[in-house]
T-cell receptor, first 111, second 114 residues
Framework: AQTVTQSQPEMSVQEAETVTLSCTYD???????LFWYKQPPSRQMILVIR??????QNATENRFSVNFQKAAKSFSLKISDSQLGDAAMYFC????????FGAGTILRVKS | DADVTQTPRNRITKTGKRIMLECSQT?????MYWYRQDPGLGLRLIYY???????NKGEISDGYSVSRQAQAKFSLSLESAIPNQTALYFC?????????????FGPGTRLTVL
């Protein structure tokens, strides 16, 4: 079974600084998708960014980018120019018809 | 209007009661899912349905049942609620025609079992 591990229960970042959230996963498949979801206090699940395993280029969405290392099965999220609105729980997820989530990382942004 | 809705948004009930959580979607998606979220565990899949006649158990189906009444409706039932079913429950949908099977989540239902 696929597993997803987020080793950082909590992270803090100063406003305008950069932070990286870690995620590793385990799978025997070669083609799959990986996602990062954001869950603010409103508890809504919001898709932040996605990565297809076959694409070597790392995905980027505005201030959010990933470092995808397929051989190492690592999928970290980098948030640049952190803003107060980035404070949330972040979940890494592996997708092969069904989503498998990591335990989440709480991100706190200090002003 | 929200594409995926869940009712109720919050519910407090007592041990042994039967509870139904409802999910409706206007996205036209065939695939629907129920997850529960617990602190430190992330979201875990309870049941999923890829079309109206298809129901599949997920990782943690014990103590739960589901009904897919229509393409747009997928209900989760707790036949006899117990305190360790206290959690945040999410419904999600996805379309089979997308290569990445992106899932769209409802707003969640906070369930407390006393």
């Amino acid at each position: 079974a696929q597993t997803v591990t987020q080793s950082q229960p909590e992270m803090s970042v100063q406003e305008a600084e950069t932070v990286t959230l870690s995620c590793t996963y385990d799978t025997s498949e070669s083609d799959y998708y990986l996602f990062w979801y954001k869950q603010p206090p409103s508890r809504q699940m919001i898709l932040v960014i996605r990565q297809e395993a076959y694409k070597q280029q790392n995905a980027t969405e505005n201030r959010f980018s990933v470092n995808f290392q397929k051989a190492a099965k690592s999928f970290s999220l980098k948030i640049s120019d952190s803003q107060l609105g980035d404070a949330a729980m972040y979940f890494c997820a592996y997708n092969e018809n069904k989503l498998v989530f990591g335990a989440g990382t709480i991100l706190r942004v200090k002003s | 209007d929200a594409d995926v809705t869940q009712t109720p948004r919050n519910r407090i009930t007592k041990t042994g009661k039967r509870i139904m959580l409802e999910c409706s979607q206007t996205k036209g998606h065939d695939r629907m899912y129920w997850y529960r979220q617990d602190p430190g565990l992330g979201l875990r899949l309870i049941y999923y349905s890829f079309d109206v006649k298809d129901i599949n158990k997920g990782e943690i189906s014990d103590g739960y049942s589901v009904s897919r009444q229509a393409q747009a409706k997928f209900s989760l039932s707790l036949e006899s609620a117990i305190p360790n079913q206290t959690a945040l429950y999410f419904c999600a949908t996805s379309a089979p025609w997308t290569s990445d099977n992106e899932q769209f989540f409802g707003p969640g239902t906070r369930l407390t079992v006393l």
